[in-house]
């Protein structure tokens, strides 16, 4: 273990014919991303608080919590159209609120004087403490939405150019392509799971494309080499080599930042382990898009193009 | 490729070293005040405290300008013996509007509210409108940079009134054109706090309008409610006789007639002369103290106070006279604030996150060091060697810049350490080709160097950018997690390319293999 490997992906020479399937592959993502779509649409997502604005307190209550005691002291400090939920452990219960009507007079201020109605009505319940209460105003949840959206648009937008930059115009296309259809997928996910979306999951979107783009990237960067290493061989047939010789790599780098991510979803707690379980879903995509997607697309945009000189006799 | 001079080396190890020597201080305690001491600060999230995002209201600011405008305007007039009717303030346009009393005046109303002083130079604009008013336009960039001015002074004041109340290590900082930031660490029940910045603390003493003119609003004058008695309103004249800002002194005491809490308050040189000249002017009137628009009390004046020392009674309890006279102290905020964004963490659940943040990162740490090991033999335990000084270089960094560690963060900690073998594992797989094509040990190194270099660059540079817009557009613990990772890049580019190559081509001089451990 200390001197040579014990373990290894793939045996040497291996030949997957990848691009066989691709119609397959090219399939099976439009399905999935259609179905993602339609999902955002009916139910769409869960909003978290960052997003939806409104408050939330997590507290910690002495034995399992008792809803019915808990509604009772929230109605003396008149709180009402509370949503009660447990949330970890059987005594933490998580109270939320929606903020007041958009035409509601003092939106803002009762927003925020909610927080202490609930904190009064926590304090009468014996033994029982508040975790966490936050708080987020109308205005703030819209502005924040408004720039978690333009990160990630801003950020597709910047991978796009790097690789139009470093690579052809064909390879930074089918990238951000691909990467859409993941991110389509990703929040086909995010329904299903009835995670919250919020700031903390627009973090691990933008993680899982900048960990997807390495991925292709890698894979392109050896089409790029192999393109001059080989100038009379078909397009496909290239892909396909360029694939098999990154695969020991691409699922080596794809596992050490699942296993990195996986302790993080089992012990990571209720704050984190949304986070994670979306990172290990995204690693999944990235990786499986890196084959059966980007290379496709690659080949159908850039067969006549990037394969001008097979055409041509071999000087 | 092949070859490291004697510096080059010397540099990597130094640079570690130095890595090692940053952390230290987290691990230790202070020795002396006089070393220079950089930590990982921990986020609210991690160590309890809260986050409260305040929006200062601009509006007012205009509107509170346009008033004491129209106030200096009927001065103005009437000192020049003119005559106005009609006098209006708009917040929207940002004027002063009034008809002359007749339009022959009009020459001489433009040339007294001409003469009348500014704030700033050219502050606002006196012009005669075709229906014959006269409008006192302000000009926007005087209220633009009077608006900037007020939001440095209130944060000026936050800072002062949170400082009296004991908080340890607040932070108030500017967000945005009209927004503060006020993070309090260990103050997980922000109430008291958001009370005390939510009141503006503008403290005014008016003249009460006479009874013969009755209970009426009119020009220059405004029925303010009573603090005790909402309901009842009195006729307040407009005008400031005395302004709060000329305190010196304030503080809370128990009346020793009535035995009621009270605030004892005292005026500067400036305040007291007006404060004097004002009562002795007239003795048998009410004038009133005012707060925020309520009327706190309305006493008769029985006589000239000359010392410069007053006293505001009105039902208060210790609590609510403690903290008058911290605002009275403090001063007044140019503006109102109000809160729109509040987070707060108890120390429980901070101490929690810590736990499981620690258990995940030893546990993530300890999965990627088996995986190289198993995977990659003797290159791969080189890999692991450069991922611990990542770690190392990781913590040094955020020390170095003081940065604050967040749940997030060490999420961003955990996938930098799942990253950063990736190029190691690029280097290993290149190698393990270029043997497979049937090079020689040396060759296959240096070529396994040289194409994954390149590739290494182009994937950490996507990385960045997605992490760079991250922190250019997140705010609070997203921040932080977009710092560690971008932090994390670079200590990846450097432990990769450098230092395990570096023990790669030192095994390689020392042993001269004929066959690669891969």
């Known amino acids: 273990m200390f001197e040579r490997p014990l373990l290894r992906f793939v045996p040497r020479g291996t030949r997957i014919n990848f691009m066989r399937g691709r119609f397959l592959g090219l399939a099976t993502s439009a399905v999935l991303s259609i179905a993602s779509l339609i999902l955002f649409f009916h139910p769409g997502l869960t909003l978290g608080l960052d997003f939806r604005g409104g408050i939330v307190v997590e507290a910690r209550t002495q034995g399992p919590a008792d809803f019915a005691r808990i509604r009772a002291a929230l109605a003396t400090q008149h709180v009402e159209a509370a949503g009660l939920q447990s949330f970890g452990a059987p005594d933490d219960v998580l109270i939320r609120m929606d903020t007041p009507p958009a035409n509601a007079p003092d939106r803002e201020a009762r927003t925020q004087a909610m927080v202490d109605s609930v904190r009064h009505a926590i304090a009468t319940l014996p033994g029982a403490q508040v975790l966490r209460a936050d708080a987020v105003g109308a205005s703030v949840s819209a502005e924040l939405f408004r720039n978690g959206m333009l990160a990630l648009g801003i950020s597709l937008l910047m991978i796009l150019a790097y690789i139009w930059f470093r690579f052809e115009w064909e390879f930074a296309v089918s990238a951000v392509i691909t990467l859409v259809l993941d991110l389509t997928k990703t929040i086909g996910f995010l329904v299903l799971t009835h995670f919250e979306f919020d700031l903390v999951m627009v973090a691990a979107i933008l993680t899982i494309l900048g960990y997807s783009t390495n991925d292709k990237v890698v894979v392109y960067d050896r089409v790029r080499e192999n393109l001059r290493k080989y100038r009379t061989m078909p397009l496909a047939e290239l892909l396909d080599l360029s694939i098999n010789e990154t695969l020991s790599r691409t699922l080596g780098t794809s596992s050490t930042v699942f296993l990195a991510a996986l302790p993080l979803a089992l012990f990571g707690g209720a704050s984190l382990s949304g986070f994670a379980w979306v990172m290990l879903f995204g690693i999944v995509v990235g990786t499986s898009s890196s084959i059966f997607i980007a290379a496709p697309l690659l080949l159908l945009l850039g067969e006549r193009r990037l394969r001008r000189d097979a055409q041509r006799p071999a000087r | ?518």
């Open chain 2, 1 to 518: 490729m092949m070859y490291y001079s004697r510096l080059k080396m010397a540099s990597v190890v130094a640079v570690c070293l130095l890595g090692v020597v940053l952390c230290l201080p987290n691990a230790l305690r202070q020795p002396s005040a006089a070393l220079p001491w950089r930590q990982i600060h921990l986020g609210l999230d991690l160590r309890g405290g809260s986050y409260l995002l305040m929006q200062v209201d601009m509006p007012s600011i205009t509107s509170d300008r346009l008033q004491t405008l129209a106030d200096g305007t009927r001065q103005a007039l009437l000192g020049a013996g003119l005559g106005y009717r009609d006098i209006a303030t708009s917040a929207q346009a940002g004027t002063v509007t009034f008809t002359p009393r007749d339009p022959s005046e009009t020459e001489a109303d433009l040339k007294a509210l001409r003469a009348m002083p500014t704030a700033v130079p050219g502050e606002f604009s006196v012009d005669r409108r075709p229906d014959g008013s006269i409008a006192i336009t302000l000009s926007p960039t005087a209220m633009h940079e009077r608006a900037r001015e007020a939001v440095t002074q209130s944060i000026e004041i936050v800072r002062r009134r949170i400082d009296a109340t004991g908080a340890v290590d607040p932070e108030i900082t500017r967000q945005g054109d009209d927004r503060i930031v006020v993070e309090l660490p260990g103050i997980s029940d922000p109430e008291h706090v958001k009370r005390l910045l939510g009141t503006t603390a503008k403290m005014t003493f008016h003249m009460v309008q006479d009874n013969a003119l009755g209970t009426v609003a009119g020009p220059g004058v405004t029925l303010l409610p009573m603090v005790n008695a909402p309901d009842q309103k009195l006729p307040i004249l407009d005008h400031v006789e005395v302004d709060g800002s000329d305190l010196t002194n304030a503080g809370a005491a128990i009346d020793q007639q009535t035995g009621e809490w009270a605030v004892n308050f005292s005026f500067d040189s400036v305040g007291a002369r007006a404060f004097a000249a004002t009562t002795q002017a007239n003795i048998g009137h009410r004038f009133a103290i005012v707060l925020d628009n309520k009327v706190v009390q309305a006493p008769v004046i029985r006589s000239a106070i000359t010392g410069g020392n007053g006293q505001i009674v009105g039902g208060f309890d210790a609590q609510s006279a403690t903290d008058l006279a911290l605002l009275l102290r403090a001063g007044a905020l140019p503006a109102p604030l109000s809160v729109i964004e509040q987070r707060s963490i108890g120390p429980s659940l901070g101490a929690d996150s810590i736990r499981a943040g620690a258990l995940s990162l030893g546990a993530g740490f300890v999965l990627v060091i088996a995986f190289m090991g198993l995977f990659y033999g003797r290159f791969g335990w080189y890999a692991n060697v450069a991922l611990l000084a990542n770690l190392v270089l990781m913590a040094a960094l955020l020390s170095l810049f003081q940065a604050t560690l967040t749940l997030p963060g060490m999420a961003g900690m955990l996938l930098t350490l799942g990253m950063a073998v990736d190029a190691n594992i690029l280097i290993n797989e290149r190698i393990r080709e270029e043997v497979g094509r049937g090079r020689t040990a040396l060759a296959a190194m240096q070529a396994g160097f040289e194409r994954a270099t390149s590739t290494i660059v182009d994937s950490n540079a996507t990385a960045l950018l997605a992490h760079v817009m991250l922190f250019v557009f997140g705010t609070g613990p997203v921040r932080g997690f977009a710092l560690t990772i971008t932090i994390g890049i670079v200590t990846t580019l450097f432990t990769t390319l450098l230092l395990s190559r570096m023990l790669m081509v030192r095994w390689y001089a020392r042993t001269r293999p004929t066959v690669l451990p891969v």
